[in-house]
């Protein structure tokens, strides 16, 4: 396994779309976005509902490991002024539907979504719904810091129809938590947990990462013993992201001050090892859920899907992405907004749908991104004959291949399944499928490493 770590630790992406935004060629207009937009708009709302996400970036204080876009500011007078800016640029998007859209899923991510008063937020979420219908079984969710996540919030949200309630907790070390300044006991996440049950929430998910500044087996080993206390419904257990060229504030530690290689992959087994004692099951690529839960029920029925906001139990063609930097997509493409908050703020006041940048898939994006939605949701994947030709000649089956002889891949004519050895690798195995990163492999730092 050394071996196999240290061939395929690489660089790469890590696949919430495809293409991966630095591959989007920005050919995507305004009104050839709306278009799109109505288009799958008119396929899906009646058939399936739409999806909605909304950004909400701002946080009181810096998270040194947070690879997210954020706006670090205690000045709570600006909570008001962006969801007047949110429900504008939703209202721009309803003026393109030109019917009442029906919503199958709204997550609030951030940021720090509970930095806003639970008063706001039902202004907000008021607002989003107005006009608005729900399919039968909606499913709203949002993520929230345990430290300041009041009972008011969990009832407000409660009330507007929220069920799922995703905690970040990353690492119960007091080390750990001092040097990525992400502060949180495990009594104020069991007093939340705790809460969140008696209102009524169904799914409460934790965030743990690894690959963490000092993080050691005995934490992780102490925090997952404390995260099997309190049995979440699901967990998102994913690798740290070191990419300080992006994120300043992971200049705060070195690599001499991460565990690496084989040792960071230890981590991940001590932690496996001991969810699946709990009685957690392995979903997807770094997730895990208990038997009764809706995310293990969608890998076992084959319906597992994945997009923008991570892995999800119904598979919706449209989402919609709201607020600085959220993503839209229309299943034909891709739209980013804006990702500085006043800018963003000063395009809405404009008029206009805040994009920054597009991209319009071709029939060889559909077919890539197909693939690798089937390998990440379902570990396996098949193909065509005349789509075979085209893989050949265009690297494809040869890097499929080296996969196969190194035993991460059960190899057919026209299919592959990702075998026990190659869970690990899953993103390693994407790439393998990605003809946008081979035909322009990055000559600097752009991705995380794959382990």
Request: glycine residues 6%.
């Amino acid at each position: 396994m050394q071996t196999l770590i240290d061939k395929y630790d690489i660089a790469c992406p890590r696949y919430t779309s495809y293409p991966t935004v630095p591959y989007w060629e920005n050919n995507l207009s305004q009104d050839e976005y709306k278009k799109q937009l109505k288009i799958t708009f008119d396929e899906s709302n009646d058939a399936t509902g739409i999806s909605l996400y909304i950004h909400l970036p701002f946080c009181e204080s810096l998270c040194t490991y947070c690879g997210c876009n954020t706006r670090i500011t205690v000045n709570h007078k600006v909570e008001s002024p962006y969801i007047q800016s949110v429900l504008a640029e939703w209202n721009m998007y309803k003026t393109v539907f030109q019917q009442a859209p029906k919503i199958k899923e709204l997550h609030l991510g951030g940021g720090t979504p509970t930095f806003f008063s639970p008063e706001n937020l039902r202004t907000l979420i008021g607002g989003i719904l107005e006009g608005c219908t729900k399919t039968a079984d909606p499913k709203f969710s949002f993520e929230a810091h345990p430290a300041n996540t009041t009972t008011a919030h969990l009832q407000v949200l409660f009330d507007l129809g929220f069920k799922r309630l995703s905690l970040g907790i990353q690492d119960f070390d007091p080390i750990v938590q001092e040097t990525i300044n992400r502060k949180q006991s495990f009594e104020e996440v069991q007093s939340v947990t705790e809460q969140a049950r008696s209102i009524g929430y169904t799914s409460i998910s934790y965030d743990v990462i690894y690959g963490l500044p000092f993080q050691t087996l005995q934490s992780i080993e102490d925090t997952f013993q404390k995260v099997a206390r309190l049995q979440p419904d699901r967990i998102s257990f994913y690798s740290y992201a070191h990419i300080p060229w992006k994120r300043p504030g992971q200049r705060k530690y070195n690599e001499a001050d991460l565990p690496l290689k084989e040792y960071k992959r230890s981590l991940y087994e001590k932690g496996k090892e001991i969810l699946s004692a709990s009685g957690y099951q392995e979903i997807g690529m770094d997730h895990f859920a208990l038997p009764h839960d809706e995310l293990f029920t969608a890998e076992k029925n084959g319906k597992l899907h994945r997009n923008f906001m991570g892995y999800t139990d119904d598979k919706t063609k449209l989402l919609v992405g709201l607020g600085v930097s959220a993503i839209s997509d229309t299943w034909t493409s891709f739209a980013q907004n804006i990702k500085e908050v006043e800018s963003y703020q000063k395009a809405v006041s404009e008029g206009k749908l805040p994009i920054t940048v597009g991209h319009h898939l071709n029939a060889e994006d559909l077919f890539i991104r197909h693939q690798i939605l089937n390998i990440m949701c379902k570990s396996q994947t098949e193909w065509m004959h005349e789509e075979l030709v085209q893989m050949r000649e265009n690297g494809i089956t040869h890097r499929l291949h080296e996969l196969s002889l190194d035993d991460l891949i059960d190899l057919k004519h026209n299919s592959l399944s990702v075998t026990e050895k190659g869970k690990i690798f899953l993103r390693n195995i994407c790439l393998a499928m990605d003809l946008r990163y081979w035909r322009k492999v990055p000559e600097k730092n752009t991705f995380s490493k794959a382990v």
